[in-house]
């Protein structure tokens, strides 16, 4: 029987997810306007987000540490060019620390629902602790939405999963308590995850089966370990530390020379596709060269740095094949090719995309549910990527569309946090009781987007999790941003006013 609390508690702000986007809202609230009435809630019982739930082995960050990190809390003493998720996890917990945000959090709930009440000018969300039916009611001023974009992992879709008698256990919910030693060992997928995995297992076990479903590039390895005397100047020399993420910001900004269906892009592309495939066929054993090696554009899909993955694939003890899974049986996996016996499956299979809080019902204005509001523009999308009309004090941190597809996302989400504070501004000083974008600025942002990733290489014809199909039969790509993360800065940096309504405007005194 489910049984609700009678009382409510409340915060000025309230943030769904205590990942990046979580701790860096929190974080931004007290350096801009000195708001410490936060309260953050979280499915699982540590901070931390995605890099708290990946824990499997050889788990680490595909964008370089430098920039995958808050511009307003550089961190000098990264190990690694691309760091590990447990190092990732530690910096997280420093920043929540020396923000006290650990004390405004609400771990180990599920929110079920959060309702705009219209004549309070108020959310109200309803959570309840994952291992009981005792819901809760929290009330607040301002929601954000910061529960990230690759978080419930996909099912397996080869049937008969329930009959195996051995593990199985996806990438996301890897148990460390499990001893592969030995073992035979089946693994679905072939993208950054599975790259990772493998070289970290391969040796282990006894025997590695890699079933590949799909082609990925992959890039030479820029990943090395910072020597201790530069982390030593990037900590003590003025302003170095700043150049250097900048200089990687740069590097990083080169690979969007691709995206374009241009002819220029197309030459950038193919020398970038020469150098991939060079260095794959270098390196992965030639009887794999055929399933491993794409036939399409460098870029549609999200490059992977090659972590040592194409040079374990020379093991006596793996095999990989591209034969098609059929069906899972008690003890193996019968392919096209045959059967491959199993005592641990591994899925590596990848998560539910272009979807955002599809197990929390939002509700807005009049009773419309942010699903419905979706289902009207044809998929999910949001004005400047973190507001929709109708969800008044409401904002997606890295919403839709806010995935960058060649470097970090935490620029991103830092862009909408700073963004959102500028919007809400005007509320907090009491001008106003709640902002709201206009629908036609939504509408507009929404077209001009999807018309734009029409003519990138996200377009250009391999199965990506960044498109998928959308009313009418026509594409709708819901994850990446089709310009440079020096134009989102820009974008977030100068609101245009006009498109955004507060319920006291004639109170406002602001430019268009």
């Not at 609700?4 to 931004?28: N, P, R, W």
């Not at 998720?85 to 929540?96: G, I």
């Not at 990527?385 to 109708?390: K, L």
């Not at 377009?459 to 020096?486: D, F, H, I, L």
Request: charged share 20%; net charge positive; proline share 5%.
């Amino acid at each position: 029987m489910n049984v609700s609390s009678s009382e409510t508690s409340y915060s000025q702000f309230a943030c769904i997810g205590a990942g990046f986007s979580g701790i860096g809202l929190g974080a931004s609230l007290k350096r801009w306007y000195g708001i410490t009435d936060i309260r953050i809630f979280d499915r699982h019982t540590q901070l931390g987000g995605t890099w708290h739930i990946s824990k499997y082995p050889g788990c680490a960050c595909d964008v370089p540490s430098a920039l995958y990190s808050f511009s307003f809390e550089p961190n000098p003493s990264w190990t690694r060019i691309l760091p590990s998720s447990q190092e990732l996890w530690q910096y997280l917990d420093h920043v929540a620390t020396k923000y006290d945000l650990k004390s405004r959090m609400t771990l180990g709930v599920n929110v079920e629902s959060a309702t705009w009440i219209e004549a309070r000018s108020r959310w109200t969300i309803t959570y309840r602790p994952v291992d009981s039916d005792q819901f809760y009611h929290h009330e607040s001023d301002f929601l954000f939405a910061g529960t990230g974009q690759l978080v419930t992992p996909r099912e397996l879709d080869v049937p008969g999963i329930e009959r195996f008698q051995g593990l199985v256990m996806h990438s996301a919910r890897w148990r460390g308590d499990v001893d592969l030693k030995g073992r035979k060992i089946v693994l679905f997928g072939n993208g950054c995850t599975a790259a990772q995995i493998v070289p970290s297992i391969v040796h282990e076990t006894g025997h590695l089966t890699q079933i590949v479903r799909s082609k990925h590039w992959i890039m030479p390895p820029i990943d090395l370990q910072i020597p201790g005397w530069v982390r030593f100047l990037l900590r003590y020399v003025p302003g170095l530390l700043r150049l250097f993420r900048f200089i990687v910001f740069l590097l990083a900004e080169k690979a969007l020379r691709g995206f374009p269906l241009t002819p220029s892009a197309a030459k950038f592309r193919a020398s970038r596709r020469k150098m991939a495939e060079r260095y794959m066929r270098q390196t992965a054993p030639a009887k794999y060269h055929e399933i491993l090696i794409p036939d399409w554009e460098v870029g549609c899909k999200r490059r992977i740095f090659d972590s040592g993955y194409l040079k374990s694939l020379h093991a006596d003890n793996i095999t990989l094949t591209n034969s098609k899974a059929l069906e899972i049986l008690p003890n193996s996996v019968r392919t096209t090719n045959g059967f491959h016996e199993a005592d641990v499956l591994i899925l590596a299979n990848g998560f539910i995309t272009n979807n955002y809080l599809d197990n929390i019902k939002i509700t807005g204005i009049k009773g419309i549910t942010l699903s419905e509001h979706w289902e009207s523009f044809g998929g999910p999308e949001a004005y400047n990527c973190s507001a929709v009309s109708g969800f008044p004090n409401f904002f997606l941190l890295l919403g839709p569309n806010s995935v960058t597809g060649h470097t970090s996302a935490i620029m991103a989400s830092e862009n909408s946090i700073n963004y959102a504070l500028r919007i809400i501004k005007p509320v907090l000083d009491g001008k106003a009781k709640s902002v709201n974008i206009r629908r036609e600025a939504e509408k507009r942002y929404s077209d001009k987007i999807q018309h734009a990733l029409q003519n990138t290489v996200f377009s250009s014809g391999c199965a990506s999790w960044y498109v998928r199909s959308a009313q009418g039969g026509k594409e709708w790509n819901a994850m990446t941003y089709p310009w440079s993360q020096g134009y989102y800065w820009y974008e977030n940096l100068f609101p245009v006013w006009r498109d955004w309504e507060y319920d006291a405007a004639d109170n406002l005194k602001k430019d268009e």
